[in-house]
């Protein structure tokens, strides 16, 4: 089993919809997690830290299930250039964060 | 600005030369890493350092080698010995928050 699984999609979606990705993780000892964008070609970005309480950020929400050792990510009113790969990171301590493969998410028109 | 610089952008090599990616950082921050991404796999650590002088290795360290030096600075050789290093390489550091941050990174052909 991956350490950090993502269903890799794409996930095609028209402009206003609303979208969600779930990621699970296999160390039940994982100490922190996060959500990067990563855009064609281009560095990964931070979007967003998840927590235990979950936490919003404008159109974008993550929440965090440590029973169920999964985190999800739910896209409100999507725009064409929220269209990236959404990486799923679980930091397993001693700052090693370990990486899923991403969600590809295309937005049209 | 503060932020993390790599160079170059691409980078071109031949069949067993030694090269060297630089990364440079103004954060302030005391941990840096290195990655490589792969089509379709996820970034895969290389050596990551917590401090200045030390450094460890990550997951996929053989035929990589490290230094740090100083703070602001983390460079990565890929050698001779590294079997398929045509891949996007991503350096990153570490805030208190433990979020990383990444450099725009460098994608290496080995021709």
């Known amino acids: 089993r991956k350490e950090v699984e993502q269903d890799p999609g794409p996930f095609n979606v028209p402009e206003g919809a609303t979208v969600a990705f779930n990621c699970t993780y296999s160390?039940?000892?994982?100490?922190?997690f996060f959500w990067y964008r990563q855009d064609c070609r281009k560095e990964p970005k931070l979007l967003m830290s998840?927590?235990?309480s979950g936490n919003e950020d404008g159109r974008f929400t993550a929440q965090l299930n440590r029973a169920s050792q999964y985190i999800s990510l739910l896209i409100r009113d999507s725009k064409l250039s929220d269209s990236a790969t959404y990486l799923c990171v679980v930091n397993q301590g001693f700052q090693k964060l370990v990486f899923g493969t991403g969600t590809r998410l295309l937005v049209s028109p | 600005d503060g932020g993390i610089t790599q160079s170059p952008k691409y980078l071109f090599r031949k069949e067993g030369q030694n090269v060297t990616l630089s990364c440079e950082q103004n954060l302030n921050h005391d941990a840096m890493y290195w990655y490589r991404q792969d089509p379709g796999q996820g970034l895969r650590l290389i050596y990551y350092?917590?401090?200045?002088?030390?450094?460890q290795k990550g997951d996929i360290a053989e035929g990589y080698s490290v230094s740090r030096e100083k703070k602001e600075s983390f460079p990565l050789t890929v050698t001779s010995a590294q079997k398929n290093p045509t891949a996007f390489y991503l350096c990153?550091?570490?805030?208190?928050?433990?979020?990383?941050?990444f450099g725009p990174g460098t994608r290496l052909t080995v021709l």
């Open positions: 160390n039940s000892a994982s100490q922190s």
């Open positions: 350092s917590q401090i200045v002088n030390d450094f």
């Open positions: 998840v927590y235990s």
């Open positions: 990153a550091s570490r805030s208190q928050g433990n979020e990383q941050f």
